[in-house]
């Protein structure tokens, strides 16, 4: 197409090279190889983000859970590497922030979450140090490992914030390898573990709340939840938690820390929230089986930052991509959509070093488990397919384009 270097024209135009960004691609160009796909990313890295809990736990070196985004770019895809500063959909097209303009037939929004730091008052001052660390960030995550390295008993908060957050189970994980660890060296007795949520439950799928429930009782963290936190004081080491009491009154608890695991308030990207492709929430507003937008028909969106009703995970952008990729080829072809997302995602539950409890569920909540094996119960095997299956997986087939679509079965009966 001509373009100027003002302008630039693509067929399909993919925003963020993330899980999603990367996976479309690929797909896209396994099933129609020359197709004129364009990603716009102004990122070098892309980063498998689910690992970032081991690199938390000491167990997975930061160095493999990223690689540059030129090799993870499938073969045939234009790189525009550049942030979005608004989408244009009446127009089939959005602005750089470079201010060029990219024109498409067809647009995927994938941006990802926004990691909202600056929610809680000294919370950007004191990350990093003073034991105060968080997996959700490459830049904090091997801080996560210093502090549990150097704590030497005392008060080890874990925070969790009201949803909506990527991988809701990420904050707990990180409570039950900080408790092994502490058990293993001898420090369970001299300190004090406590995983607060902002949430109403220890999870959003009522059926893993009680084995949940129990693996904290058994690594000794007190889990008190519609607490959110809203303040850091790094120099003091307290934290500072919001409560609604039933009378309807907020209270401020002060928790002082030795340790303060930290999940970010999240929300939907700012360049979404404030383009016409957003719902009320902020996210791009889709259709929750064809992953078409409501009121663009040429635009579809998947992962974190669409609107699609279910756990923001990796997993379910795996079970989401194909359906996206065979609709939106469906689209350019003038034929109907047929493809449909049943709202499958999924959560590795690290428990412990060596345990894994794997929640997999669609629409509504219901448990769909993927092997024949009690999802209820943590195993060993599923440590082996978090921590050695899953990586290599993700590199090499998922972001491949190499589909492999295992079935998933709703449960019959829940124990
Ligand atoms: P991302 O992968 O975050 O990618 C978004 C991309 O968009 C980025 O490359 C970014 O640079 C780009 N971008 C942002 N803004 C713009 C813009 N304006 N213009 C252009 N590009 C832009 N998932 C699991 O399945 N299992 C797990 O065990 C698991 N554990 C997790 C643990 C942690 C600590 C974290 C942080 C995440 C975890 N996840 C897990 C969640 C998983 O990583 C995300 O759900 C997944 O990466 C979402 O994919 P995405 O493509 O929507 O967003």
């Not at 968080?134 to 704590?151: A, G, I, R």
């Not at 991988?167 to 007795?189: E, F, N, T, V």
Request: charged share 20%; aromatic share 8%; with cysteine.
């Amino acid at each position: 197409m001509m373009q100027d270097s003002k302008t630039l024209d693509h067929q399909v135009v993919i925003v963020g090279g993330g899980t999603a960004g990367i996976t479309v691609a690929a797909s896209l160009l396994k099933r129609q190889p020359g197709l004129d796909v364009a990603i716009v990313d102004p990122a070098d890295r892309h980063f498998y983000q689910p690992a970032f809990t081991l690199v938390g736990g000491g167990t997975y070196d930061l160095a493999r859970t990223h690689k540059s985004m030129r090799d993870v770019l499938p073969k045939g895809a234009s790189w525009i590497q550049a942030a979005v500063e608004s989408f244009d959909p009446d127009n089939n097209a959005l602005r750089l922030q470079d201010e060029r303009l990219v024109r498409y037939a067809s647009l995927v929004v994938a941006p990802g979450i926004k990691l909202d730091w600056g929610r809680v008052e000294g919370l950007a001052e004191a990350l990093g140090k003073n034991g105060v660390c968080s997996n959700y960030s490459p830049d904090t995550v091997n801080y996560t490992w210093e502090c549990l390295k150097q704590f030497q008993g005392g008060n080890a908060i874990f925070t969790q914030p009201p949803p909506p957050l990527k991988c809701a189970g990420a904050p707990q994980k990180i409570a039950y390898l900080a408790a092994d660890h502490l058990h293993r060296k001898g420090l369970g007795g001299s300190s004090t573990l406590k995983f607060y949520s902002g949430g109403g439950a220890l999870f959003s799928v009522p059926a893993f709340v009680p084995p949940l429930e129990r693996v904290a009782r058994r690594h000794g963290v007190a889990v008190i939840l519609s607490h959110d936190l809203v303040a850091v004081d790094g120099e003091r080491r307290v934290a500072t938690f919001a409560t609604t009491g039933a009378d309807g009154e907020t209270r401020h608890v002060e928790q002082p820390y030795d340790l303060l695991h930290v999940t970010p308030h999240q929300c939907a990207p700012d360049v979404v929230r404030n383009s016409p492709l957003a719902d009320a929430a902020g996210w791009v507003e889709v259709d929750k089986a064809t992953t078409q937008h409501v009121r663009y028909p040429n635009v579809f969106s998947l992962g974190d930052a669409s609107s699609l009703p279910t756990s923001k995970t990796a997993a379910a952008v795996r079970k989401q991509a194909p359906v996206t990729v065979k609709n939106l080829l469906a689209w350019l072809a003038g034929q109907t959509l047929t493809a449909r997302y049943d709202g499958y995602t999924s959560c590795p539950l690290v428990t412990a070093y060596g345990k894994v409890m794997i929640a997999e569920f669609i629409y509504d909540g219901v448990v769909t488990p993927t092997l024949p094996l009690d999802p209820f119960k943590e195993s060993r095997f599923y440590w082996v397919v978090k921590k050695h299956l899953l990586p290599p997986f993700y590199w090499n087939r998922m972001l491949k384009g190499k589909e492999t679509d295992i079935a998933h079965k709703p449960l019959k009966r829940v124990s």
